[in-house]
């Protein structure tokens, strides 16, 4: 399972589309970009198989480093969707390329091996905002995650 989840990944990158609209106000200023929070719309994988019930977390980092830097809450048991899932702050997304995962949290001390992962994408925050201050991220053309961002 591991190797298909892992082929999955590879082929994720070319799976996903994001709307691209830039950060600028109306005075034609950057902005900076803050994520608030994910709706998780989808758990099917970029293998196609479905997780129901799954203890869901997103992680969030910057994809120069190696490590997940943010986290949310867990929501437990998640038999419907979509389900908003909350960073314990509001993140400031830097100008470059940032990876998030869904996993399914089996109630280890994070970072653990345990946990399984649905799926993970690859996006710009910073160029990926459509014109209601969201990011939407897509696994294997289906809408997967909704990223809250506020532009100021």
């Given at each position: 399972?591991?190797?298909?989840?892992?082929?999955?990944?590879?082929?994720?990158?070319?799976?996903?589309?994001?709307?691209?609209?830039?950060?600028?106000?109306?005075?034609?200023?950057?902005?900076?970009?803050?994520?608030?929070?994910?709706?998780?719309?989808?758990?099917?994988?970029?293998?196609?198989?479905?997780?129901?019930?799954?203890d869901l977390?997103?992680?969030?980092?910057?994809?120069?480093?190696?490590?997940?830097?943010?986290?949310?809450?867990?929501?437990?048991d998640n038999?419907?969707?979509?389900?908003?899932?909350?960073?314990?702050?509001?993140?400031?997304?830097?100008?470059?390329?940032?990876?998030?995962?869904?996993?399914?949290?089996?109630?280890?001390?994070?970072?653990?091996?345990?946990?399984?992962?649905?799926?993970?994408?690859?996006?710009?925050?910073?160029?990926?905002?459509?014109?209601?201050?969201?990011?939407?991220?897509?696994?294997?053309?289906?809408?997967?995650?909704?990223?809250?961002?506020?532009?100021?």
């Amino acid at each position: 399972m591991s190797i298909s989840r892992t082929m999955g990944g590879l082929l994720l990158a070319g799976l996903f589309s994001i709307s691209i609209i830039s950060c600028k106000d109306d005075d034609d200023e950057d902005l900076d970009v803050y994520i608030q929070s994910v709706e998780v719309l989808n758990t099917v994988s970029s293998t196609g198989d479905p997780f129901s019930d799954a203890d869901l977390r997103v992680d969030l980092k910057r994809a120069s480093v190696s490590n997940y830097e943010y986290s949310t809450n867990v929501s437990q048991d998640n038999a419907t969707l979509p389900v908003t899932l909350s960073f314990p702050n509001e993140i400031l997304a830097t100008q470059e390329n940032w990876i998030i995962r869904l996993v399914d949290d089996n109630g280890s001390d994070f970072p653990s091996g345990d946990d399984e992962e649905i799926y993970t994408v690859t996006f710009n925050p910073t160029v990926n905002i459509n014109s209601n201050d969201e990011i939407i991220l897509k696994v294997n053309t289906l809408d997967a995650l909704r990223i809250n961002v506020q532009q100021r």
